[in-house]
DNA sequence: CTGAAAGCGCTAACAA
DNA sequence: TTGTTAGCGCTTTCAG
């Protein structure tokens, strides 16, 4: 079975190699008559082709590389999902690339487009160099960034500085002034939400006529727990913030657990805000700004199943909104209230 | 660059295209001279190999298939998640294929290994039926089952009759007598931890001289919403259950809201346990069986790996043990105590 | 150590 | 409509 090649369909078919491909194709020039001989030998056979040499011989792999950074973090695998779902039913395969470290970055990112491995190369939240686009084009394989932006790219990319302005005035309306920015390092040439969503909170500070303190703005690797470090170093500051604004829902929960450390009460004593919404904040009933994360896989996706079908002459821009979700961890400043209490996360 | 051949590259260097290949595959046989002028003219071409052509000439894809059933489920994304932390780092690239429906399933499982785009396949949380593993002898491609089990076939898996006697014993010991088990449905072919725990579940029960009772005993979909609904109609019966052990923690999260709806305090006034501590498990402080998810995907690409090197005669196996997480979600039967109680979950 | 040539299994152009 | 044949790009004998 391993071994039945097109040319044993052929001969127990009678027919010749070029007819079974036909009929492999559902070429209209096929008679119904053979078309039923090659099918039933084929059958009889348990034939299947072989992809790798249909693809050597018309230079398409059907298949589509998707590359993540860092698979564990939970958005990231939202959006992944909403990939899968989209891709699943299409008849492309998917490939997945993981990339874990920051010089992988580089090496893959050059090397999977000129591979040929994949039709189509959908990016998550990962944004490439210069360089990197010009491979692309060099290959001419087309792809779409997801929660990611290059100005030559194809992308679907959600309203970080609206986000973050969200964010920041949900907190100002309830009264804070002192409101803290938890995030990644700002300089990360490749994560450019953390720097719009910082805009969008200036903006909103600006805007209320609060001036920015730069010791309320303290940046560090993503996860929980450099969050908790964060916000610990922020409670101990002279003059603490009583709201922070974290730059995603895994931040947030470290801030959430800084703060029960410190015997502060959520929203009580601190008001807390992620972004994203991803599962654990509903549950957590976390406060957040939510991003359509499986909605950006989906339509990324689709994006670039369109663009593979037919080429577009400009970079095509999808732009989601975001929203803000208002839970259990913010309250009016000054105002104590015990109910809301995250007692879930304390000892 | 996007038409360089190993042809290309041999004329540049002024040598034949077998010593390129040799070079492509660090042959011995070449000598170090004719080697750099064939690295210089592949840097100067900027040229790579086409997998397609190479695969097709030698009969391996360098690729591995691995199928999940469900990708939206936290515990097959965090085995998912082992499996990627190997594969990335292989040289073998990851096909990733999702099962969402029963028929799909029967479809996929029978035509991805015949399709021979991988040289070795992962099946996560998925149990092939004997027809199944029939077409993978015949295809004779490696196979490895994560978190299910066939007998023909290599596995790692956990010990999940263990699990539930666990689960069932630590609710006795805390005094409870009405103990129930919401799970997936039971007659599921598909999957064999469900039957599993519930046989751990009916061994403490027995061991502890409690009688099963049938009505503490609801089947569903799996979800938190589908055990939601198992959960009231748990605490509507005459003789309502003190505490519940859910087959997983998304199922006890479920739970939770359920009793959070009919006003009844966790674990005052019902213990919840549930299964797998996923990440949501901890941030919401859920009492519950861990077993290890993401190191099972670590293990099982592990073991495919090393059957694609040297294939066993025999099928093996890897058991991976379970361990209660006590955390805040159970208690001592009739205490009634208030601390521990899940606030973020209610109202 | 190296070049030439025969495939790997399939598609597509060309005849018939 | 159908059969035949020339590649697709690479690996791998087989000579030399």
Redesign the pocket.
């Known amino acids: 079975m391993s071994?039945?090649?097109?040319?044993?369909?052929?001969k127990r078919a009678?027919?010749?190699?070029?007819?079974?491909?036909?009929v492999?194709?559902n070429?209209?020039?096929?008679?119904?008559?053979?078309?039923q001989k090659v099918q039933s030998a084929i059958e009889a056979l348990n034939?299947?082709?072989?992809?790798?040499?249909?693809r050597?011989?018309?230079?398409k792999t059907m298949a589509i590389g998707v590359i993540v950074p860092f698979f564990t973090n939970p958005s990231v695998v939202r959006r992944l999902q909403g990939v899968v779902s989209v891709l699943s039913v299409s008849k492309y395969d998917l490939i997945l690339f993981d990339i874990e470290k920051v010089n992988q970055r580089d090496m893959s990112l050059r090397t999977i487009p000129q591979r040929k491995l994949a039709d189509g190369l959908l990016l998550i939240s990962l944004t490439p160099s210069d360089i990197d686009v010009e491979q692309f084009a060099l290959a001419n394989i087309p792809v779409v960034l997801v929660d990611a932006y290059h100005p030559a790219l194809s992308r679907v990319l959600v309203n970080n500085v609206q986000g973050g302005y969200q964010a920041t005035k949900h907190l100002i309306d309830l009264g804070h002034r002192k409101i803290a920015y938890i995030s990644d390092y700002l300089d990360d040439p490749f994560n450019s939400p953390v720097r719009d969503r910082f805009t969008g909170y200036k903006q909103a500070l600006a805007e209320a006529g609060i001036a920015y303190r730069e010791e309320y703005h303290l940046q560090g690797e993503h996860g929980r727990s450099p969050a908790r470090h964060l916000t610990h170093t922020l409670l101990d500051l002279p003059d603490p913030p009583t709201a922070v604004f974290a730059y995603s829902d895994t931040q947030a929960i470290g801030a959430i657990e800084a703060a029960r450390e410190s015997g502060l009460s959520v929203p009580g004593d601190l008001s807390i805000i992620g972004f994203d919404n991803i599962e654990a904040a509903e549950y957590l009933r976390i406060t957040t700004i939510r991003q359509a994360l499986f909605e950006s896989g989906v339509k990324g996706a689709g994006l670039l199943l369109n663009l593979m079908e037919t080429p577009a002459a400009e970079p095509q821009e999808i732009l989601l909104p975001t929203k803000l979700i208002d839970r259990h961890t913010t309250a009016q400043y000054g105002k104590k209230q015990l109910s809301g209490q995250i007692a879930a996360l304390q000892t």
Chains 1, 2 share one sequence.
């Open positions: 071994k039945t090649t097109i040319r044993d369909v052929a009678g027919v010749g190699v070029g007819t079974v491909s036909r492999l194709n070429s209209p020039a096929v008679s119904d008559a053979t078309r034939f299947s082709p072989n992809p790798a040499a249909r050597l011989s018309q230079g």
